[in-house]
């Protein structure tokens, strides 16, 4: 397990990232990257959309172009006051709430659209949290996750695994079938200097 696959250090990470994270983030995950995303999504104006890990609202923002309404989670403290100052901390159109992808503070069968990116490589236990994305789907939704691809360089795998979460596609493929997601699919994002430096996997729910 990463140093970063730990609740308390992620949140210390992120006290510091977060004053800077909206500089540093489109070298990392930037607009094409999140259309490229958005675009796997089958997004109605009306649908329930929760944001797991949203940070300080880069995904937030881009759901909004689709959708009306955005629930936004985050772990962080200090990330979420920089999205409280983008869009507001207690008014439509991004309800936010505080806590934890392992135990979501929603009902079941609550949601349309469950949305992911830059949060899964942080999680201790990613199937449990997985598990409960689909908890808070309702039946047919789907769920979205990008996450940070396995590289091909024996030395870069020894780094990236001593950080945190890195997994290919079929490590993807298990995880998300074994959370009891159907119609499993991969695709792979990135920057121009790295085009597969995020995969990207959708699924639904099961009817």
Known sequence: MGILENKARARLFYKYLSKVYDQVNPFIWNEDMRADALSLLDLEEDMTVLDVGCGTGFATEGLLEHVEEVYALDQSEHQLEQAYAKFGKHA?????????????????????????????????NPILALREFRRVLKPGGQVLVVGPNYPDNVVAQHLADSIMLFYDEYEADEMFKRAGFEDVK???????????????????APQ
Do not use: N
């Open 186 to 204: 991969h695709a792979f994002i990135g920057p121009s200097y790295d085009p597969d430096v995020a995969i990207t996997t959708i699924g639904r």
């Open 92 to 124: 439509p159109p991004v309800h936010f709430h505080r806590g934890d992808a392992e135990r979501l503070p929603f009902a079941t069968d609550t949601f349309d659209v469950v949305w992911s990116s830059g949060s899964i490589e942080y999680w201790p």
